[in-house]
């Protein structure tokens, strides 16, 4: 049982100076532990060795538009960089300090506001570091995927990543690069991605994307309050299971009431979570945000996400106190140069390569399907009101489409 084996060793791995694309990669699997360094609490104004901190795709390099991709990005982080300080003075204007406050304490705070306003302006080439934490199965499963990715960032970190992990746990990578083991699977994996491509291609070539709102409820069960009362009882009853839902069926709407109160019990705070008998419906959400919001949200992996390519295509955010600092006419050029690079990277045959260029206040459409447990975890945690506001309209939204329409 060499795959129950390998389940009950794990092993750290810190992974650095990834891109915002590699790290969404990373980040993929739903049974691992991460921990990344954050846009809001970390200034990206620094050059280490003399150079901003985005990675340069190798395609771009041998496409011959290297050049153009510095020169874009260089000048997207010196905007990031010129506003940074006069951002943090536009909020300690806005929010003088407290008399109780310590100065650490509204210094942190008055620097996160003017990151979270800014870090839109950064490309998703921008890097970032990444603790990650699993096991041998799951670091297994991880290096396959990243094998059979068509970006060469991700392919060559796969290389790195297996050369560290088999200093520690070489015997649970054994399969990974043997060609008829983990071969055979990351060649599955990445013929299975181009013929799929190739079809919704042929299928987009017809139709055009339609007007949609940021977050729509496409899909959920109106049997769910139902199906979740009946969950409740069944592991305090001796009922079987179909019968405790036709109990659970014939039920008023205020007898249902009183099974879930009991069920939920007083909360105190959003770490006092409802059983699993909250699982037993599921909602679907298609969500078009700003990248940097998806980043946050991404990380829920316990439920099912997925998403598409980044692009300029669906346009992007402005948060209102770039505008109202005066940092308008920085940010819209910021935003044109990114789309004309991403549209130039597109033209040379460079595809997926593109999305590097783009910067993340530009929105990206994911799906995201989940149970009602995880959508009581999902929407308490962010919307607090410490979050980003990009995020916490999206679960703020999601909250109401249930509440009125699921």
Known sequence: GDDSIAQVGGVHIACEQSSQILAKVLEWGRIMAYLEQSTRYVPYDDRPGGRWRYAVPPEVDAAGLGDRFRETSDRAFQTYGGWLGRMQAFYERLFPQDPGDSDFVYRSTIRAKACDSLRGLLPAATRTNIGIYGTGQAYEQLLLRMRANPLREVRAYADLMLAELRKVIPAFLRRVDVPDRGGAWSEYLARTREETVAAAAAIRERVEPEPRPEVVLTDFDPDGEVKVTAAALYAVSDLPDDQLLELARRMSTGERARVLKAYVGQRTNRRHKPGRAFERTTYRFDVLCDYGAFRDLQRHRLLTIEWQELSPRHGYDLP????SAGALEDWERTMEESAALWEEL?????????????????????????????????????????????????????????????
Do not use: K, W
């Open 320 to 323: 209102p106190e770039v505008e």
């Open 346 to 406: 597109r033209s040379a045959g460079l595809g997926s390569v593109a999305q590097y260029a783009v910067s993340m206040a530009h929105r990206i459409r994911f799906v995201m399907q989940m149970n009602a447990r995880e959508a009581m975890h999902v929407i308490e945690l962010r919307t607090t009101p410490q979050g980003h506001p990009a995020y916490r309209r999206v679960c703020q939204r999601m909250h109401r489409l249930i509440a009125d329409r699921a």
